[in-house]
């Protein structure tokens, strides 16, 4: 049976990339975008907390916030997260930077929320202490990092280094569950309809 022009009235129905409802795919500007509005959040709590930590404590006095399980108390970091080497603060200057420019080129690349927002809790927590590093005593590239957080038998840390950690654990469950970095981005679901015809 055919139709009144000739034409078959059964027509190919187009195969469609678009996903599936509940399951859409941010395209690769959105989740750039969000990574580095996370990164900003992050960066600006970090040093909004540090500030208020500096006008607040007395350097290396204790004050209990929840008993022993969590205290207030401000020290100087120069070294890493955890005050982990202490005695290279130019070395973990250079590294961190490098982190901080990496991440950013890779921020057009990232093509997956879970990234996008593991990528920018880490961006984020490691300008934080960068701009420590850049900008307070004892000097440019030296400055100490500071940190006010303390928990019983753990060492002191601050607002950035709980978001890097944060991080990593996104990053390992990533690499467990096998989430690409470059992930599905929405950017190339028409290319198949471009070569039809």
Do not use: Y
Request: aromatic share 10%; proline share 7%; glycine share 10%.
């Amino acid at each position: 049976m055919t139709a009144r022009d000739g034409a078959s009235p059964i027509s190919p129905t187009p195969t469609s990339t678009t996903p599936a409802a509940g399951s859409r795919v941010l395209s690769r500007p959105r989740l750039t975008a969000t990574m580095l509005v996370l990164a900003a959040a992050v960066w600006a709590l970090d040093q909004a907390t540090k500030q208020w930590a500096l006008g607040r404590f007395t350097p290396g006095e204790a004050e209990p916030f929840l008993g022993r399980l969590l205290q207030f108390t401000l020290v100087f970091n120069p070294g890493a997260a955890f005050s982990m080497g202490t005695a290279f603060t130019p070395v973990i200057t250079v590294i961190m930077a490098a982190v901080g420019i990496g991440l950013l080129v890779a921020s057009t690349r990232v093509g997956s929320r879970w990234w996008a927002m593991s990528a920018g809790f880490l961006l984020g927590g490691a300008l934080g202490n960068l701009t420590d590093r850049l900008f307070r005593p004892p000097g440019f590239a030296h400055g100490h990092v500071v940190d006010f957080l303390m928990l019983p038998d753990f060492p002191v840390f601050n607002v950035a280094d709980s978001f890097i950690t944060t991080a990593a654990v996104c990053i390992v469950l990533a690499a467990i569950k096998d989430i690409p970095f470059g992930g599905r981005a929405a950017d190339t679901t028409t290319e198949e309809g471009d070569h039809r015809g």
